[in-house]
Structures are given as C-alpha cells and as structure tokens.
C-alpha cells in the first residue's frame, strides 16, 4: 500500500491508498455527505478510527483523516471483503499542503473567484479573485502565495463546506506576464506543489 506525498497525512485531510485488489473487485464513488466509512464493503481504519471514503477501486482509495489523530505514527489498516491489508505506518503531521492540479497538464484546481470557470477556460486578470483548491492545511492555517515569483494577497485559507477540500482565496497581483505562470502556496512555512494557472 502506497501513500501519495512521502507517506504523510495531515487530520481531516483527503488522503489516497495505491495498491492492488484494494476495492474488492469494486468501484464506487461517494454520492453524499458527509461520506461514508463503509464503501463497496470497504472500510479503512487510521489508529483503529473509521475515515469516511470519497472513493474506492482495485487500485485507488480516497480518504478523509480523522480529525482527532494527533501527529507521529499511525497505523493504516484496509479491510475488503476479500481480506484484510497488513497494517502500515505513515506519518501524521500537522500540516502537509497541497493543491490539487491535473496530473496531465500541471494546471491547478483553481478558479476564477464566483464562478465555476478555471483560468484555463478564462485566463486570470489583474484583481481578480482566485479560489485555490488544497488539502492538508490543518486547522489554523496561515497562508502566503506567489504568481511567477510576485507576492499575491491572501484574503482566506480555511475550509469548505467538502470534508478534507480546503480553499486558498488569492488576489492576482499586477505586472504578472500573459501566460502560464506558476502559482505556489506556502502555508505554516511549509511550501505546496506548483501548479500551473493562465493569466491574461
């Protein structure tokens, strides 16, 4: 069982699972919230505390953290109805930012602030308002970001009304060029992946 970023985890945040025959042969995504524990059949346990589950496959599971598991070692157990997984150790920190992008192209879960629109389909302008999409925040986030190396206000790190999706509400700075610029967060001192957003 592979965990994404170096194994850690951070309370209340979305985690995923890769491995093989993880689904029990099944594939099944959450319709509701808040998420089940029980998906497919399929239960994960962190420090013998049930994770409610966005999805489940053969080869990937989405889960959120339970928000009280404090920080240091936890123990990640899958049962299926097939079996059950050997417990594995990750790391549990306070903190472990990142923003979700598309693993294809690099471009950011970001949109243009009161609309459904990515800078992909409408390129971010001076002022504008961008909506950033984050995980593993913690609880009292501080946040900073950058767009092409220049400082971008941050107006509010938090939650959403999603279990483990956490929002990063940036201002476009001016003298950003036309383009593909990269944007990074950097939150409890700690630096997020770049992803890529279009400016006009």
Do not use: C, H, K, W
Request: no cysteine; hydrophobic share 45%.
């Amino acid at each position: 069982v592979l965990f994404r970023s170096g194994a850690t985890i951070v309370p209340g945040s979305f985690a995923t699972i890769f491995g093989g025959s993880l689904g029990g042969g099944a594939t099944a995504r959450a319709t509701s919230l808040p998420f089940p524990t029980s998906l497919a059949n399929v239960v994960v346990s962190v420090n013998g505390q049930l994770a409610q589950l966005s999805y489940v496959s053969d080869t990937q599971i989405n889960f959120i953290v339970p928000v009280n598991i404090s920080p240091g070692t936890a123990q990640v157990l899958v049962n299926t109805p097939i079996a059950l997984s050997a417990s594995t150790p990750v790391s549990v920190a306070a903190t472990a930012p990142g923003i979700f992008f598309d693993a294809a192209t690099g471009a950011g879960a970001v949109l243009i602030a009161n609309t459904a629109l990515t800078t992909q389909v409408r390129p971010a302008l001076t002022g504008d308002f961008l909506e950033v999409y984050t995980t593993g925040l913690g609880p009292s986030p501080v946040a900073t970001a950058t767009i092409a190396g220049l400082d971008a206000p941050v107006s509010y790190a938090g939650s959403t009304a999603i279990p483990g999706l956490q929002q990063v509400n940036v201002r476009m700075p001016a003298g950003v060029p036309s383009g593909t610029q990269t944007l990074v967060l950097r939150v409890n001192g700690i630096q997020t992946n770049p992803v890529s957003i279009q400016v006009r």
